[in-house]
């Protein structure tokens, strides 16, 4: 299941005023500051499951989704928040970051 809350979906309804309509996927990206559920515009594969909210397709792996629903994407005061059933692994500073959760 994905959720798009109302001030999420009036965020991307804007977006899309001034460029064109694409689906919004959802996705796990990786990096040294560890896993992060994102958002980014792309076209359908085979082996998403689709959403739609207010007019706008939402895509995500249909194997990502069976681990990771529910997934609600929300909006919160400067950028968007996805959050999942997910525990997410995170970053040791790898890129010469000392922050992170490995200490």
Do not use: H
Request: glycine residues 8%; contains cysteine; negative net charge.
């Amino acid at each position: 299941m994905l959720n798009v809350t109302e001030k999420a979906q009036e965020q991307i309804a804007r977006y899309f005023e001034e460029n064109a309509l694409k689906p919004v996927r959802v996705f796990l990206t990786s990096s040294c500051s560890g896993q992060q559920i994102v958002l980014a515009l792309d076209d359908a594969k085979p082996n998403d499951t689709t959403f739609e909210f207010a007019g706008i397709q939402y895509l995500v792996d249909t194997a990502f989704l069976d681990q990771a629903q529910p997934i609600e994407i929300d909006f919160a005061g400067s950028g968007f928040k996805v959050s999942s059933s997910l525990k997410l692994a995170c970053g040791c500073g790898g890129c010469g970051s000392s922050d992170g959760c490995c200490s």
